[in-house]
């Protein structure tokens, strides 16, 4: 049974500073591994998916890497902002579903 | 943007009622997905369907049941609501092409049962 940690359970700093967020899995044997973004009250938004082949994606201040041998994987946030305060949730493949980790809240204080 | 959509947003019910969550995507999808998140915890798949008429339970146990008989439609119906059911519903759906299978959540459900 896929296992997935998200280290730390939270986090909080000040606007501009960089964000890393950590995912590690415990069974390397996955399609793809995606990143998601989930606001209070609200359902989840597809930020990043790598696919297993791929070592790290990118999208604007967003860049996600993946050491699949490792079973890892990292979120990194550049120059923050209050408006990426949310829960941020790593999710990996196995076919046809997904196992979530706990989520990391984050918040940036203005 | 992702275009699906659940209903009811919030819905508080008593004891031993029936109820239907549901959940419509426009976008041809064939799997759909229904998860169970618990406030500050872990999603956890209870329902999947890869195509009309094909539905599977998930990881967790779960008391409710689903049906897939058109591709943008999947709710999922509590026959007899309990306080252990108050939870999130989250539905989702996917295709899976050559760039990989990224998924799509609705907004989700609240469910209070008192």
């Known amino acids: 049974k896929q296992e997935v940690t998200q280290i730390p359970a939270a986090l909080s700093v000040p606007e501009g500073e960089n964000l890393v967020l950590n995912c590690s899995f415990t069974?390397?044997?996955?399609?793809?591994l995606q990143w998601f973004r989930q606001d209070p009250g609200k359902g989840l938004t597809s930020l990043l998916l790598?696919?297993?082949?791929?070592r790290e994606q990118t999208s604007g201040r967003l860049n996600a890497s993946l050491d699949k041998s490792s079973g890892r994987s990292t979120l990194y946030i550049a120059a923050s902002q209050p408006g990426d305060s949310a829960t941020y949730l790593c999710?990996?493949?196995?076919?046809?579903?997904?196992?979530f980790g706990a989520g990391t809240t984050v918040t940036v204080r203005a | 943007e992702a275009d699906i959509y659940q209903t009811p947003r919030y819905l508080v019910i008593g004891t031993g009622k029936k109820i239907t969550l549901e959940c419509s995507q426009t976008?041809?999808?064939?799997?759909m997905y229904w998860y169970q998140q618990d406030p500050g915890m872990e999603l956890h798949l209870i329902h999947y369907?890869?195509?009309?008429?094909?539905?599977e339970k998930g990881d967790l146990s779960s008391e409710s049941t689903v049906s897939r008989i058109r591709t943008e439609h999947f709710p999922l119906t509590l026959e007899s609501a309990r306080p252990s059911h108050t939870s999130q519903y989250l539905c989702?759906?996917?295709?899976?092409?050559?760039?990989?299978?990224?998924?799509?959540f609705g907004e989700g459900s609240w469910l209070t049962v008192v």
């Open positions: 989702a759906s996917s295709r899976t092409t050559g760039s990989g299978n990224t998924i799509y």
């Open positions: 069974d390397s044997a996955i399609y793809n």
């Open positions: 790598i696919q297993s082949s791929q």
């Open positions: 999710a990996v493949s196995n076919d046809y579903k997904l196992s």
């Open positions: 976008m041809g999808h064939d799997k």
């Open positions: 369907s890869y195509g009309v008429n094909s539905t």
